[in-house]
């Protein structure tokens, strides 16, 4: 089981990776997290990759912190997908939702567009990629608008 205070990094690819691509995303990231160490001790690390979009980086740092060095190795290690892969992990306004089941992702001007054609609402699931800890993770990086950072930057169109 996770450590509910484990930290929490989420990067979001701004195009759907395909099988192959999340086979060897997996492969990367299964020798990294088991490798990631801090001031020479290990990390225990965890990662995910969800919707074939989201890569999630986890610490439990309740043995070894992450230290400013180790950071900047997973900063490299997501540069090196990044190329590897041609898309794009560090677009913060990159911005992901869903429609139904389906999940899609825009940026700034497009999710405008979607708000002011009645397709993003409310109660309309968004992803927040800020939460910093794994308990946060489970409870609000799938939530709707109103309860999101989205709410405190777009405004929601009003329907007369």
Not at 124 to 153: G, I, M, Q
């Amino acid at each position: 089981m996770i450590n509910l205070q484990a930290r929490v990094w989420i990067y979001q690819s701004n195009r759907v990776l395909k099988p192959q691509e999340t086979n060897q995303l997996d492969l990367m990231l299964s020798s990294f997290t088991n490798e990631w160490t801090a001031h020479n001790q290990q990390l225990k690390a965890y990662y995910e990759v969800r919707y074939n979009r989201f890569i999630i980086l986890v610490v439990d740092e309740a043995e070894a912190g992450a230290s400013g060095c180790s950071i900047d190795k997973s900063v490299r290690l997501m540069k090196e997908i990044e190329s590897e892969f041609d898309i794009n992990l560090f677009d913060r306004f990159n911005i992901a939702w869903k429609e139904g089941e389906e999940i899609y992702s825009g940026n700034r001007e497009e999710f405008e567009l979607k708000i002011k054609e009645g397709k993003i609402n409310s109660e309309t699931t968004v992803f927040n990629n800020l939460v910093t800890d794994y308990a946060n993770y489970l409870e609000n990086w799938e939530t709707p608008f109103s309860n999101s950072w989205h709410s405190k930057v777009f405004k929601l169109e009003s329907v007369l």
